[in-house]
């Protein structure tokens, strides 16, 4: 059985005594070898850290799941969050196996289906708010500090000590560092958190080296890269439709720390690595997580060289989430024929 992020990871997260131990088996998420693009990219050894299979599809359930255990040993008894999806799906689902009430402010558009979907199975009060996620986001941090609510967004200190967990499982399973991780930023909550994971890894002595993070925006949402906030994102990669991270700071000093990379891909370049990691790599994820593999061949194309290095790409969402644009792709014939084996003969060429 899978032991899960807080009994897996209790030495290292803010466990103590009094924290209840429960998992709806997050983690331990496979990290799979690239077949195609490692090649294009010219990296023998390139991965895919599969953080759709976690239990709700994200990497949002590693750190729920210790943001809402701390919420319960210090007497919460309400959760709320504001979310492009993800997150509202992990909080609704880990506030259900508790038993605690669960709110979540999503914005009125751009939420894919299989997330509220989620939200709304997993039984989660639904607030759609006229207006984008960061609007959604002003509303419930202002919220939780006149009311005792407890936020569940990436502001929550716990949610970064649970995903940084990944980058624990990286050098477990590489048996050090690898030299570059490239990973989507949204709200910048999760390159924020495996640097702070590669960092304690470093000082704990589980690698001596440690990678550059390299985080990509989407570009009608690259707030970091650009240097200001973006009143009105827009990205066909709806989880990173953020225009004011607010781990905009910490975000930075990952980059610095790291002598890593902050940029930006276009959608055009999301929907370029969203096809191929699912027709050469096997791998049906999101928009938002395939702009990861999208920087990585936007870099190489522009002449970094990983020759004899060792990548992973963060691949943070499953496809399922978004089936919408899956069917906004090239459509491909999907013809009806009577069942019977002499009509599918024909149509297959076996006549
Ligand atoms: C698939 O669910 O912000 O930079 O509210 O869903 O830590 O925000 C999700 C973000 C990457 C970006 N990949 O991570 C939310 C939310 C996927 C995501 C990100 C998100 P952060």
Same mark, same amino acid.
């Given at each position: 059985m899978k032991r899960g992020v807080l009994e897996r990871f209790k030495e290292y997260l803010p466990v103590t005594d009094n924290t209840p131990m429960f998992s709806l088996g997050?983690?331990?998420?496979?990290?799979?070898?690239?077949?195609?693009?490692? &090649?294009?990219?010219?990296?023998?050894?390139?991965?895919?850290?599969l953080e759709g299979c976690n239990p709700t599809g994200s990497f949002k359930d590693r750190g729920m799941v210790v943001a809402v255990a701390k919420a319960i040993e210090e007497g919460g008894t309400r959760l709320v969050c504001a979310s492009t999806g993800n997150t509202s799906a992990s909080a609704a689902a880990y506030g259900a196996y508790c038993g605690i009430p669960t709110t979540v402010f999503v914005p009125n558009e751009n939420v894919a289906g299989g997330k509220l979907a989620q939200a709304i199975?997993?039984? +989660?009060?639904?607030?759609?708010?006229?207006?984008n996620f960061d609007a959604a986001f002003r509303l419930v941090v202002e919220l939780t500090k006149k009311h005792p609510l407890v936020l569940v967004n990436s502001l929550n200190p716990y949610r970064l000590e649970g995903q940084k967990t990944a980058a624990f499982e990286i050098i477990e399973e590489l048996e050090s560092a690898p030299d570059y991780v490239f990973i989507p930023v949204g709200n910048a909550g999760n390159i924020s958190a495996y640097w702070m994971g590669f960092k304690q890894a470093h000082q704990m002595e589980w690698t001596s080296s440690m990678p550059k993070m390299m985080g990509f925006e989407a570009e009608g949402a690259a707030a970091i890269v650009k240097g200001a906030p973006i009143e009105e994102p827009e990205t066909i990669a709806s989880g990173i439709r953020v225009g004011n991270p607010a781990n905009w700071d910490k +975000?930075?000093? +990952?980059?610095?720390?790291? &002598?890593?990379?902050?940029d930006s891909v276009t959608d055009d370049e999301i929907m370029e690595a969203y096809e191929l990691m699912a027709r050469r790599e096997g791998i049906f994820c999101e928009p938002a997580s395939a702009a990861s593999v999208a920087g990585l061949l936007k870099l190489s194309r522009n002449g970094l060289h990983l020759n004899g290095g060792k990548a992973v790409c963060i691949i943070t969402g499953t496809g399922l989430k978004d089936p919408d644009i899956a069917y906004s792709l090239e459509p491909v014939a999907m013809d009806e024929y009577p069942a019977k084996l002499s009509a599918v003969e024909k149509a297959l060429d076996l006549a």
């Open positions: 997050e983690g331990d998420t496979p990290l799979v070898k690239s077949r195609y693009i490692g &090649g294009e990219v010219g990296c023998e050894e390139l991965y895919f850290k199975t997993y039984g +989660a009060s639904i607030l759609r708010i006229k207006g +975000a930075l000093v +990952a980059r610095d720390e790291s &002598g890593g990379a902050i």
